[in-house]
């Protein structure tokens, strides 16, 4: 499913003997320009612009033509995000240009999409060595040009996965722990040993001596690799890279697959592209924000939150929990559920969360997600009987139990639930169950008030 929407630049993205020119099609205001100035490693920060645009453009299970979707663009404060999923969104990649790989200044703050059409892209492929890389993102000056003589229309189709993506990967990021850094010669000798793009398993990477080994079982400490090829758009940047970081969230012996993140560091730019849990798996299904969108208890607290964000770099916990007289728990549940909006992304370098505005409509995360409206169907039409730690929920002609585990997990006697164990998120009667307990609680609450 996709949706259409329409964007304009005021003219095209171009390159010349005065550098590159990314053109916007919009944000906080009209087509603004957020940065202005010079990369200071330019051949890096082409190919790491190269490596964002690639992965937008490539579907790496069951490839077809190129997407050619416009990677989102975020300025805030110091620096500079670029992010862009994978046409079947099972790769997320984002550029981050830091402080001192910007000679210039952040002139202002907000998201937008960025025009990188094939010119720019042969453009950027010829920087080498010294040459220069000026970028103003954004025209220079809006009041030279009308809507009616100089806008270039550009219709791009945004699928609806993107957004239930953007939703899905922060959730799943704020889970990770640095596993393992390797030398960039290390992490050459590594990615060198990787199987080919066309390989489809699942594997393991072990921290071994100063570098990774690979193995067909997890172990406690293992970072999954699934559909190693997908890791191709890293190697562009490799030659300039200081590091590789990997991370990924604790897994024990026998665990089944979960996604990773895959770090390149140079000092002035990251490049990290995460990957879904396997290949045929994209983001956008893998349920990870569900129970922050069947969530209504953070509501309030979300609202309350979104209005206190600001454009710095990452968001403090502690001080969002100051100035809303809340606790860190609830602010961090807080910043969940606007990640579901696309309001906020998750950095694993900086175990930080970060602004974001998207332009979707902040309600399509849930009301396209067929299991939250499964759930609500449920919870509304009295499907739900709650009994202590357990409940009875009635789904056509079908009765499942749904319970309650000391740690808190809901467990379902439902087929989707026997198939996945949770891994891929809530099924739609312990989403129903979530739902129902909150109105229920919230009611006595009310009652008692």
Avoid at 32 to 43: D, I, S, V
Avoid at 270 to 289: C, K, Q, V, Y
Wanted: glycine share 10%; aromatic share 6%; proline share 7%.
């Amino acid at each position: 499913m996709s949706v259409v929407q329409q964007y304009r630049y005021l003219a095209p993205s171009t390159a010349g003997d005065g550098g590159v020119d990314l053109q916007t099609c919009g944000g906080p205001a009209a087509n603004p320009r957020f940065f202005a100035g010079f990369l200071t490693t330019p051949a890096a920060a082409a190919a790491g612009l190269l490596a964002v645009a690639d992965v937008a453009r490539t579907r790496y299970f069951q490839p077809r033509d190129p997407a050619s979707l416009d990677p989102v663009v975020t300025g805030s404060a110091d620096r500079l995000r670029f992010e862009s999923f994978s046409g079947c969104c099972g790769v997320y990649a984002r550029l981050d240009a830091l402080p001192p790989g910007l000679d210039g200044e952040v002139l202002g703050h907000g998201t937008t999409n960025v025009d990188v059409n094939p010119p720019l892209r042969e453009a950027l492929a010829r920087i080498a060595g010294l040459d220069p890389l000026h970028l103003s993102v954004g025209p220079d000056d809006l009041t030279a040009s009308t809507l009616d003589g100089t806008v270039v229309e550009k219709k791009v189709p945004l699928p609806t996965r993107w957004l239930r993506g953007f939703a899905e990967v922060h959730v799943l990021s704020a889970g990770f722990d640095l596993r393992a850094e390797l030398t960039a010669a290390e992490a050459g000798a590594f990615l060198r040993r990787l199987p080919g793009a066309n390989d489809r398993s699942v594997l393991w990477a072990v921290p071994a001596g100063r570098s990774l080994r690979l193995t067909s079982r997890p172990v406690p400490g293992a970072v999954c690799l699934a559909g190693a090829g997908r890791l191709a758009a890293l190697r562009g940047l490799l030659r300039h890279s200081r590091s590789l970081r990997v991370y990924g969230p604790p897994v024990p012996a026998g665990s089944p697959p979960v996604a990773s993140a895959w770090e390149l560091d140079t000092g002035a730019l990251r490049l990290t592209l995460t990957l879904s849990p396997e290949p045929h798996r994209g983001f956008s299904g893998e349920g990870a924000a569900l129970a922050s969108l069947a969530g209504d208890d953070v509501a309030d607290d979300a609202e309350l939150i979104g209005a206190l964000l600001s454009w710095d770099p990452t968001i403090d916990v502690a001080d969002l929990s100051a100035a809303a007289g809340l606790g860190p728990g609830r602010v961090r549940a807080a910043l969940a559920q606007l990640g579901t909006a696309g309001r906020v992304g998750y950095d694993v370098a900086d175990a930080a969360y970060f602004h974001r505005v998207l332009p979707y409509d902040a309600a399509r995360a849930e009301r396209d997600n067929p299991r939250l409206v499964g759930a609500r169907a449920l919870a509304e039409s009295g499907a739900v009987t709650l009994d202590g730690s357990a409940a009875t929920v009635r789904s056509g002609d079908q009765t499942y139990r749904v319970r309650r585990l000391p740690d808190g997990a809901l467990t379902c006697t439902c087929p989707w639930w026997a198939k996945h164990r949770g891994g891929r998120g809530p099924c739609k009667h312990a989403l129903a169950v979530t739902i129902a307990t909150a109105s229920t609680t919230a009611a006595t609450m009310a009652g008692t008030a």
